[in-house]
């Protein structure tokens, strides 16, 4: 028998360890992300959308890809608290995860054009709440409101791609150097 042929049986033999290695990391990766929200840190450079398209993209399970994150997000809502556009938050948090379910390939162009559309979605979203919530509804307002949330949305967009670029690159730097936590069909590859 091969060295190859002894390596892919003993991968295969131990594919479970495997899948609970890579998916402890996956978890851990995602709660680390969202302690980022409970430091201080600029208004809305924050790691949500990029948890949530990192989970999509990288969790096999995609109810794990959303029950994960979601824990993760309302554990630290419960400490930093709710407000009454949570909803809207929360809806564009679940389809950054779709997106995610899109971008898991992890192709650079994909997880970019991902992330760049969750923050535009994110801020036409949550804006248009906070101005259905709060303000006078004209159009006039509406403009007004978006263009007073720009800087929120530079933060936002920037964060977003920071986090991303962190999350994405720290799982390829454990995939380098532990094979045990690489996908399946990466291992029995290699």
């Known amino acids: 028998m091969s060295d190859h042929a002894t390596d892919v049986n003993a991968v295969n033999a131990n594919h479970d360890q495997f899948n609970w290695l890579r998916l402890g990391l996956l978890i851990c990766l995602v709660i680390g992300a969202t302690a980022m929200r409970l430091i201080p840190h600029p208004m809305n450079f924050a790691p949500i959308g990029a948890m949530a398209l990192f989970a999509g993209a990288t969790f096999r399970s995609r109810w794990l890809s959303v029950l994960v994150p979601v824990a993760a997000l309302g554990l630290s809502d419960l400490i930093l608290g709710v407000h ?45 709440a906070f101005w259905w919530s709060y303000h006078e509804h004209t159009f006039a307002q509406l403009m007004m409101a978006y263009a007073n ?42």
């Open 84 to 128: 009454s556009t949570m909803t809207v938050v929360y809806g564009c948090f679940l389809l950054n995860v779709a997106l995610g379910w899109w971008a898991d390939n992890r192709k650079v162009w994909r997880v970019a054009s991902a992330t760049l559309l969750g923050s535009v979605i994110f801020f036409l979203a949550t804006n248009f």
């Open 149 to 190: 949330a720009l800087p929120f949305f530079r933060n936002s967009l920037a964060g977003d791609a920071f986090y991303v670029v962190a999350l994405f690159g720290l799982l390829s730097l454990f995939e380098n150097w532990v094979p045990a936590v690489r996908p399946r069909e990466t291992a029995v590859a290699a």
